[in-house]
């Protein structure tokens, strides 16, 4: 029910816009979120917006990453900048029942099969 796209290879400094669109159900009112995982290492939390467009990100990508959702194409979108190579991961976006925010994968009830990120440098 979630597809992602706009994957690939970059090199270091470069940018790619990430987009993850809903089929079937709405999400509108559910709170999304872009997770990513390395080879060898955990799911982790990315960036976040609630249906108001109210924004959350890790620390890791403040300043360089702004996520986006446009509720009328049922789309978010993650727009990364700057980019280094410790952002190479599948990036995975994923939707709550709920409104709110949430950071733990565990929280997220529906998930994309993910898209791959590769920054060399």
């Known amino acids: 029910q979630l597809v992602e796209s706009g994957g690939g290879l970059v090199q270091t400094g470069g940018s790619l816009r990430l987009s993850c669109a809903a089929s079937?159900?709405?999400?509108?009112?559910?709170?999304v979120g872009w997770f990513r995982q390395a080879p060898g290492k955990e799911r982790e939390f990315v960036a976040g917006?609630?249906?108001?467009?109210?924004?959350v990100y890790a620390d890791s990508v403040k300043g360089r990453f702004t996520i986006s959702r446009d509720n009328a194409k049922k789309s978010v979108y993650l727009q990364m900048n700057s980019l280094k190579p410790e952002d190479t991961a599948v990036y995975y976006c994923?939707?709550?029942?709920?409104?709110?925010?949430?950071?733990?994968?565990?929280?997220?009830?529906?998930w994309g099969q993910g898209t791959q990120v590769t920054v060399s440098s």
């Open positions: 994923a939707a709550r029942l709920y409104t709110v925010y949430a950071a733990s994968p565990r929280n997220y009830d529906y």
């Open positions: 079937g159900r709405t999400f509108t009112n559910n709170f």
């Open positions: 917006i609630s249906w108001g467009g109210i924004a």
